[in-house]
C-alpha cells in the first residue's frame, strides 16, 4: 500500500484564508476519497489548511510522522508561495504540488508560484494541473506515487550480496558508497559458503513438502541419474531453504547470488532460488516476491527491486540472448532458471507451474541440479535496466510485447533454459546503439511513466528507447 499525505495551503491573510477555506478542504477531500479508491493508496490529511508559517511546521511534521511515501501539496489558490517551500525543505520524501482545473480561482498561478520557488532552492517538486477524477489525470498521480513509493521505500533497504563478481562482468559489481548516496541502500556481503553450510542443517520435513509440491504441479521433472537426481534436486531445495533463513536472519530487503562457477561447478546451481525466490508463492503458500538476481548481478537486482516497487509483481532476470530476423523477435532466456509466474502469469501456483520442466542442468557446468525452464506467456512488457559510467546511472527502458513460438524454437539456443520471446516497437538495431549490457529486466504491463518518474526522483539519466 502506499502511503500519501495531503497537505493543503491558502492565502496568508486571515480573512481571505477564511473565505477559502471551504473550498480548498472540499478539493482536498476529493483528492484523497479519489486515491483511496485506487485500492493502492493509504491516504492521509492535515488537521488544518496551511496558512501560516506555524501551521506549515505543524502539519507537515504530523504528516511525516505517519511514515509517508510521499507528500501532495494541494494548491488551489493563489497560495502563498513561501509556505509550499517551507514545507517542502522540512519534509524528506517526494513531493507533488496538485491543482484542479477552475477558472474561477488563481489555481494554475499559485501551483506555478510554489513548484517555482522550491525547485529555486535545488529541490525536486513534480506538479500536475487537473483533475483528480479524470481517469489520465489520476493515472498521471498514480505513476508518480508509484514511483515516489519505490524512491522512499529503497532509502535504507539492505540487499544481501552472496559471492562475488561472477565470470568477470564488471556490469553487475556493485559500488556500496554509490548505492548508499545515490539510492540509500546497504550492501551486506555474505559468503556462498554460509548457504551451504546451513543446507546441511535444513528440516527434511520441508525438504520432503517441497519435493511432494513439485512433483505433484509441476510439467515434468526429468530425473537422468546425471546431473539431476533426487540427491541434486533435494539439495537445491535445501540452498533455498538455507538462503531463505539467512534472508530471515540478517533481515535482507533483496539479494543476488554468484552462483557461476563454483556452486554451479562444484556443488549446485542455484535456479530453484532464482525461481522461488522471485515468484509470490512456494511450497510453504501465497508470498511476496522477494528479488534474487543471478551471476551476483547487483545493478541487475536493484533494477527488479525498483520494478518490483513500483508494480509490485515479478520481475524477470534475463539475458539478451539473439535477435531473430526471420520472426522480428528477440531471443531472451536466463541460464537456469526465472520466476515461473510468467509461465500463465496466474494468480494459481498450478497453472503456473503446469507448463513448467525440471532438467538436469547442461554439461557446461560441473555440477548438478535442475535447471527450470519454460515459455513466458505472450502479453505487453515492460523491460529496463540500470547502467552506470563512473558515478553517473542511467536507466534505460523500453516496451516489448512478448510472444510464443513454437516449444522447438527454445531447442535454437538452450532448450533446458526459461525463454521470453520478445517484439519490439522498434528497430533492433536502435537497442543495440543505444544499450549496453546483456542483462535485461521485464514486468509484465506498462510502467514506463512510472520509471521514468523514478529517474526523476532519484537524479539519474532516463534512456527511453522507443
Not at 68 to 75: E, G, Q, S, Y
Not at 104 to 125: D, K
Not at 245 to 257: H, P, S, T, W, Y
Request: charged residues 25%; negative net charge; hydrophobic residues 40%.
Amino acid at each position: 500500500m502506499i502511503k500519501v499525505g495531503i497537505l493543503s495551503f491558502s492565502d496568508g491573510r486571515k480573512r481571505v484564508h477564511d473565505s477559502l477555506a471551504k473550498y480548498i478542504g472540499e478539493t482536498q477531500e476529493t483528492l484523497k476519497q479519489t486515491l483511496v479508491r485506487t485500492g493502492e493508496v493509504e491516504a492521509h490529511t492535515a488537521q488544518e489548511i496551511a496558512w501560516n508559517p506555524e501551521i506549515v511546521r505543524e502539519q507537515v511534521r504530523a504528516l511525516l510522522a505517519g511514515d509517508p511515501d510521499a507528500l501532495i501539496f494541494n494548491v488551489q489558490v493563489f497560495a502563498f508561495p513561501n509556505l509550499s517551500a517551507i514545507a517542502a525543505r522540512l519534509t524528506n520524501v517526494p513531493v507533488l504540488a496538485y491543482c484542479t482545473r477552475n477558472p474561477t480561482l488563481p489555481g494554475l498561478g499559485g501551483v506555478q508560484a510554489a513548484v517555482n520557488m522550491i525547485r529555486q532552492q535545488g529541490m525536486h517538486c513534480s506538479k500536475l494541473w487537473g483533475n483528480c477524477e479524470d481517469p489520465q489525470d489520476l493515472e498521471r498521480i498514480m505513476a508518480f506515487l508509484r514511483a515516489a513509493h519505490a524512491a522512499t521505500r529503497l532509502r535504507g533497504q539492505v540487499y544481501g550480496l552472496f559471492g562475488g563478481r561472477s565470470i568477470g562482468m564488471g556490469s553487475g559489481a556493485v559500488n556500496p558508497d554509490l548505492w548508499m548516496k545515490v539510492f540509500g541502500v546497504d550492501v551486506d556481503h555474505i559468503d556462498e559458503l554460509e548457504i551451504i553450510r546451513r543446507s546441511d542443517l535444513v528440516d527434511q520435513a520441508e525438504v520432503d513438502k517441497a519435493m511432494a509440491w513439485l512433483q505433484e504441479r509441476m510439467r515434468a521433472i526429468n530425473f537422468d541419474d546425471n546431473k539431476l537426481t533426487r540427491m541434486s534436486l533435494e539439495r537445491q531445495v535445501r540452498t533455498y531453504v538455507a538462503t531463505r533463513q539467512i534472508i530471515e536472519d540478517r533481515k535482507l530487503d533483496f539479494a543476488g547470488v554468484k552462483c557461476h562457477y563454483d556452486m554451479s561447478e562444484y556443488f549446485v546451481t542455484q535456479c530453484m532460488s532464482a525461481a522461488f525466490f522471485n515468484d509470490p508463492y512456494d511450497w510453504n503458500g501465497p508470498k511476496e516476491p522477494f528479488v534474487l538476481s543471478c551471476e551476483a548481478d547487483s545493478d541487475g537486482a536493484l533494477t527488479m527491486q525498483i520494478m518490483h516497487l513500483i508494480s509490485r509483481l515479478p520481475v524477470l532476470f534475463i539475458d539478451l540472448r539473439y535477435y531473430n530476423v526471420k520472426e522480428d523477435a528477440l531471443t531472451l532466456c536466463n541460464c537456469g532458471s526465472m520466476a515461473t509466474w510468467y509461465a500463465a502469469r496466474s494468480e494459481d501456483p498450478a497453472e503456473n507451474l503446469a507448463g513448467v520442466s525440471a532438467s538436469g542442468i547442461i554439461p557446461k557446468y560441473g555440477g548438478e541440479g535442475a535447471h527450470i525452464h519454460f515459455m513466458a506467456r505472450e502479453g505487453d512488457m515492460t523491460l529496463a535496466r540500470l547502467t552506470r559510467v563512473l558515478d553517473r546511472y542511467t536507466l534505460t527502458v523500453f516496451k516489448g510485447q512478448c510472444v510464443r513460438f513454437p516449444e522447438e524454437k527454445m531447442a535454437e539456443s538452450a532448450p533446458v533454459w526459461p525463454h521470453a520471446f520478445m517484439k519490439l516497437p522498434f528497430p533492433f538495431e536502435r537497442l543495440i546503439e543505444r544499450f549496453d549490457n546483456n542483462h535485461l529486466h521485464v514486468v509484465s504491463g506498462d510502467w514506463v511513466a512510472e520509471l521514468s518518474q523514478f529517474c526523476e526522483l532519484a537524479g539519474i539519466e532516463l534512456n527511453l528507447v522507443e
